[in-house]
């Protein structure tokens, strides 16, 4: 499967982004779909999980309450609400799903 990510930029704290993974193969659908990211000098993070159906989510303590996972399986895609966004949250996003990455988007928050 090709994820292809789209999204993320520079915004101020307290903003909103919203990152997008979309695939390429009917693959997409029959796996859950999770977000990381990764600051340089750091280890990848765990952000947070959609089921296939995109009825369970899950997310890491730290994006609790902001971050908002959503997919839309006809479109294979799966979206990432990012609200409220802080400092701590600037990183390189990656979506993935089995053994697929995406190419990775950058997120930065700055005043």
């Known amino acids: 499967v090709q994820l292809v990510q789209s999204g993320g930029g520079l915004v101020q704290p307290g903003g909103s982004l919203r990152l997008s993974c979309a695939a390429a193969?009917?693959?997409?659908?029959?796996?859950?779909t999770k977000w990381y990211r990764q600051v340089p000098g750091k280890e990848r993070e765990w952000v947070a999980s959609?089921?296939?159906?995109?009825?369970?989510?899950n997310y890491a303590n730290s994006v609790k309450g902001r971050f908002t996972l959503s997919r839309d399986n006809g479109e294979n895609t799966v979206h990432l609400q990012m609200n409220n966004l802080r400092v701590e949250d600037t990183a390189v996003y990656y979506c993935?799903?089995?053994?697929?990455w995406g190419q990775g988007t950058q997120v930065t928050v700055s005043s």
């Open positions: 959609i089921s296939p159906g995109g009825k369970q989510t």
């Open positions: 993935n799903t089995g053994s697929s």
């Open positions: 193969g009917s693959t997409f659908r029959e796996s859950a």
